[in-house]
């Protein structure tokens, strides 16, 4: 098999995407970005062309779409529309979480969930990929506004998972409270405690250790193995973090565990700089207690400042974690963390990068991370969440992070052996894309034509 045509083949499959789905411009920059790193996988592997890898992986095995009426507190009824794409499963049950949240649609949902497969390739811990989600905003509605929205979701959606098929778990605007009404609904339909169906579940019923800390922890983990491997430390270097959910505020909580200075925390009002490194402890308090925007941090942390509307990448750092939302950073951004000296930037999002500021970033010299790669560690940790819940075992804290962190090594080291063997030692983006994509198509080349 030559380069050239390699390269045909990935062209012409491309553009049957193109034309299928031509209004689903997520979908297909992901598809383009993992497409436009595989040439030297299938001059390597010209048995997976015969095959028609690259037709298949593309199209999910099954989309699913639904209606979802619900009542909010003023007797109203509301309607939301629900997904889940079930991507693939040669490696396993499909696993990928649920995004609440207004910008939900259908292009959303398979960019996340084709970037699933490889992601949970990666980690190697046998799960398929998929997401799911919708378009309702959890953010201004009361609980049991959230209560009667998951119970209707849950009503169609249980139709299509369990433990052995399909096992959703948490995204943006999915966190514990959320599964938790997802479950309980769960139960009533089905009658059956089935705790493996869902991951992220409260520490009381079936619920990981380090879950709800993992994708932000294992973000760090995989910058500090870069670092690591260069003979670098963490310890020291100044950090600017996006988001201020789940992702950042645990990233931002390890960076300042292995001695960084995590300087920043963002919501969509703005961002707040804390030159002292952020208060793990208000920020929490903020963001997960009283579910407050980030200005309110500036307001209690003296010498803390609230910059409204800017651009969180205008702050130098060393070390940059984008942990908020696709295409976030974008080639100005890139351009202001190249002018401050940044070292490291490392997705804890998916996709929070446009391709334009990834080449940027790589050609400029940067150690650059790719989501697939560098937020595995959530879902990893959901896998090993569905083996305590398998064995009813339950292990303490210690453990699940020894775990966790060995894992980002393996991802990061398989990430980095997939860039050497393919000819680009230290591309992260080629590496973790190579590296994910032999490991599904050798599967799906086992199990035939389905």
């Known amino acids: ?265 963002s919501d969509s009002s703005g961002y707040v700089v804390d030159e002292q490194g952020i208060d793990i402890g208000l920020l929490k308090q903020v963001k997960e207690v009283e579910r407050a925007r980030i200005s309110e941090y500036a307001a209690r942390k003296p010498n803390a400042r609230f910059v409204a509307n800017g651009s969180v990448w205008d702050v130098p750092a060393e070390l940059a974690f984008p942990c908020a939302t696709q295409n976030e950073l974008t080639v100005q951004g890139a351009r202001a963390l190249l002018d401050s000296g940044v070292r490291i930037v490392a997705e804890g999002a998916n996709m929070p990068t446009t391709p334009e500021a990834v080449v940027m970033l790589q050609q400029s010299g940067v150690l650059f991370a790719p989501g697939k790669a560098a937020n595995s560690g959530g879902v990893a940790t959901s896998a090993l969440e569905m083996s305590q819940n398998a064995a009813r075992d339950r292990w303490d804290f210690e453990q699940s992070e020894t775990r966790l962190r060995a894992i980002m090594r393996d991802v990061h080291d398989s990430t980095y052996e997939a860039s050497e063997r393919f000819g680009r030692p230290g591309d992260y983006v080629l590496g973790a894309n190579t590296a994910g994509f032999v490991t599904v198509a050798e599967a799906m080349l086992d199990q035939g034509v389905i």
């Not at 997401?131 to 119970?151: L, T």
């Not at 479950?183 to 250790?209: D, M, N, P």
């Open 1 to 265: 098999m030559t380069h050239a045509a390699a390269k045909a083949h990935i062209e012409a499959v491309a553009e049957t995407a193109r034309t299928r789905s031509h209004n689903e411009p997520e979908f297909l920059q992901a598809m383009d970005e993992v497409l436009d790193t595989l040439v030297p996988a299938l001059v390597e592997h010209p048995e997976f062309i015969e095959a028609g890898i690259l037709e298949r992986l593309i199209e999910p095995e099954r989309q699913i779409i639904f209606r979802v009426p619900w009542l909010d507190d003023q007797n109203r009824v509301q309607v939301n529309r629900g997904f889940r794409v079930q991507f693939n499963s040669a490696l396993g049950p499909f696993k990928g979480g649920l995004r609440f949240h207004s910008s939900v649609n259908l292009s959303v949902i398979k960019f996340l969930g084709f970037e699933q497969i490889f992601k949970n390739a990666l980690t190697r811990q046998r799960i398929g990929g998929g997401k799911g989600g919708s378009d309702f905003d959890p953010h201004g509605k009361s609980d049991a506004e959230v209560m009667r929205f998951c119970q209707s979701f849950m009503t169609e959606l249980y139709r299509h998972i369990d433990d052995q098929t399909d096992v959703p778990a948490g995204d943006i605007g999915v966190g514990a409270r959320e599964i938790g009404y997802l479950f309980g609904q769960y139960r009533r339909l089905t009658g059956r405690h089935e705790s493996g169906v869902l991951t992220g579940k409260g520490k009381v019923w079936g619920g990981a250790e380090v879950r709800t800390e993992a994708t932000g922890y294992g973000a760090v983990f995989f910058a500090q193995e870069m670092l690591n491997r260069t003979g670098e430390d963490i310890d020291g270097r100044r950090a600017v973090v996006s988001g201020s959910g789940n992702v950042a505020i645990y990233a931002i909580e390890k960076i300042t565990q292995l001695g960084g200075v995590p300087v920043t925390a």
